[in-house]
């Protein structure tokens, strides 16, 4: 039996490959897995559990129908749908997390994560994150009609490219002290995260020991899946059914 774990799909209308994968991963492999972990930006922007759109349909049906399997299917919000909340919860049957959750995968401890708030040299960005996650921001946020919503995540989707441009790519990456930090605060030797895009297996020789963090890949140009089993991991792709 395997844990798969999955990040940075940012699904959308828009890109109905990266549907249609994700929809035959969880149609043909996720039923036969012990667990299902999204560590965040699932969606290319969640505007909220009000969504009552055909495609989000949609994709709440595939989580509903994993977990009625009696496949647990976890969720880590990412900074493109923070704003999954109590409500999508309910209605997929998935268990949302926390920023960072230590779990036992076969017997290891690994603390798994998003991956954004690792990034703390990206100043710019974590002061917006902490902005968009006032409780009562989120709160008025959820109350305004779903046609307005659309047009302020708009604007804020349009600001987040162009505030990408003009950042190197070492900002936008984690901060090993950060990683170090996080993992010491927890006490374990494996990490588990995505938002980087930057899929890899790093080797950390710490003071307290060996450690090791595992980055997931985005769902760009093709799927990526962390298979985690009792014998080892391997971080592997899937085609998009058009190639």
Sequence with gaps: MTTLFISDLHLTPSAPEITECFIRFMREEAPSADALYVLGDLFEFWIGDDDRS???QQIRQEFKTLTD???????????RDFLVGKKFA???????LGDETVID???TKAVVLHGDTLCTQDVKYLEY???VHMPWLQWIFNRIPFFIKEKIVAKVQTDIK???????????????SEVESVMTKHQVNL???????????????????DKTR??????????????????????????????
């Design 54 to 56: 055909e495609f989000a």
């Design 69 to 79: 399997s009696g496949v647990p299917c976890f969720f880590t919000q990412g900074n």
């Design 90 to 96: 309910k209605q997929t049957g998935v268990q949302l």
């Design 105 to 107: 995968i076969y017997g």
């Design 129 to 131: 994150r902490q902005k």
């Design 162 to 176: 162009e505030d990408k441009h003009t950042k190197s790519l070492d900002i936008m990456d984690v901060t090993q």
């Design 191 to 209: 990490m588990i995260h995505g938002h980087t895009h930057r899929p890899n297996v790093h080797s950390i020789n710490s003071q307290d020991g």
């Design 214 to 243: 595992i980055v997931l890949g985005d769902w760009y140009t093709q799927g990526s899946v962390l298979v985690y089993a009792k014998e080892g991991f391997e971080l592997q792709t899937r085609p998009f059914q058009s190639q």
